[in-house]
């Protein structure tokens, strides 16, 4: 049975969408291409249709990962509140939900080329967003990539820490403390 253009994007759409949270979750080598397609509400065999390989499919669900990031960004009117939402309890719960880089850095470090490209250009967005944030100066640059150094590694720290760990809330609590000190200095 033929589905219409429309439908297949739809469901292309759903295979990134789930592809991206699973991704997150569980890292580009912790999701077979079944399990995935399961989770998405098709067939293993569907699969082929939408991507040439898994490394495509990385490299599309984080493109799109990246771009729902730029578009929370866009929304959070203060730097503070953007600091205090990245390093919150509950982005460290939420991976599937919060940013892919705190979430992907390490298995990007092992993706193919692809995969590496769309994982610099989402960051480089990033660092733009943070750098608009901050005062104007010839630093502003250099600032903006420390400190998001600072929050993607503190994320990834608390989420490596067991569900319920202080060592994981402190992580955070001293990340958010010294970004806020770093950001009023600056």
Do not use: W
């Not at 065999?45 to 490394?55: I, L």
């Not at 730029?70 to 940013?99: F, I, M, N, W």
């Amino acid at each position: 049975m033929r589905i219409s253009r429309e439908q297949a994007q739809e469901n292309h759409d759903k295979v990134v969408a789930t592809a991206g949270r699973l991704f997150r979750e569980r890292g580009f080598d912790g999701v077979a291409v079944g399990d995935l397609m399961k989770a998405a509400g098709f067939t293993h065999g569907g699969f082929y249709n939408h991507f040439n390989s898994k490394e495509a499919l990385a490299a599309e669900a984080l493109d799109q990962a990246f771009r729902q990031m730029d578009h929370h960004r866009a929304g959070v009117e203060s730097l503070d509140d953007l600091l205090a939402q990245y390093l919150s309890e509950a982005a460290r719960r939420a991976p599937g939900k919060a940013c892919p880089a705190a979430a992907l850095a390490g298995d990007v470090s092992r993706q193919g080329e692809p995969v590496k490209t769309v994982f610099a250009e989402g960051f480089e967005r990033m660092v733009e967003s943070m750098t608009a944030r901050l005062p104007e100066g010839p630093e502003a640059r250099g600032e903006a990539i420390a400190l998001l150094s600072r929050m993607v590694g503190a994320l990834a720290l608390a989420r490596a820490m067991p569900e319920g760990s202080d060592l994981g809330e402190e992580i955070l609590a001293a990340a958010l403390e010294s970004c806020r000190r770093d950001v009023a200095g600056a």
